[in-house]
């Protein structure tokens, strides 16, 4: 199912989760990018805080450096645990609503637009999820929006 524009929130609805990604300023020129996951019908995926080497751990990218710095560090809220696996490893498993925050700093005065997108592997479906939104500045205020919006 294609995102929706709702407010300043992009909103992508599936039968397994919801995503609402939102950009709220902090500070003059810096910003906190926010994704709500809100998990259904038995739902999981694989925390961006998994130390293992998986493919499909839950991302948040942005693809212009030169104009928008993003923090290393994401912030999950609440933290996700380790799980045992069938390999007898722990393994970073998010089972339950969990929120994503990111710090975003503006590093040019210009008006521009830059693309992003979360993306994530979700289970038991087993199909790799990704979310595009564009990143607008427009007269110093940054706001997010979905591709044709």
Not at 1 to 29: A, G
Not at 30 to 40: A, D, F, I, P, W
Not at 78 to 93: I, T
Not at 104 to 129: A, H, M, W
């Amino acid at each position: 199912m294609m995102p929706t524009h709702f407010n300043d929130d992009v909103v992508h609805v599936d039968q397994l989760y919801t995503s609402i990604i939102r950009v709220d300023e902090v500070i003059k020129n810096e910003y906190r990018l926010s994704v709500q996951m809100n998990l259904k019908n038995g739902s999981y995926f694989i925390s961006p805080n998994e130390k293992g080497d998986f493919t499909g751990k839950f991302i948040i990218n942005i693809t212009d450096p030169e104009k928008i710095l993003v923090d290393e560090a994401i912030i999950e809220t609440p933290l996700s645990k380790g799980e045992l696996n069938n390999h007898g490893s722990l393994v970073n498993w998010v089972r339950e609503n969990t929120n994503y925050k990111k710090t975003l700093k503006v590093l040019s005065n210009d008006d521009f637009e830059v693309s992003g997108y979360i993306q994530f592997t979700i289970e038991p479906r087993c199909t790799l999820e990704k979310i595009p939104f564009i990143l607008s500045n427009t007269n110093g205020k940054l706001s997010i929006r979905i591709d044709g919006c």
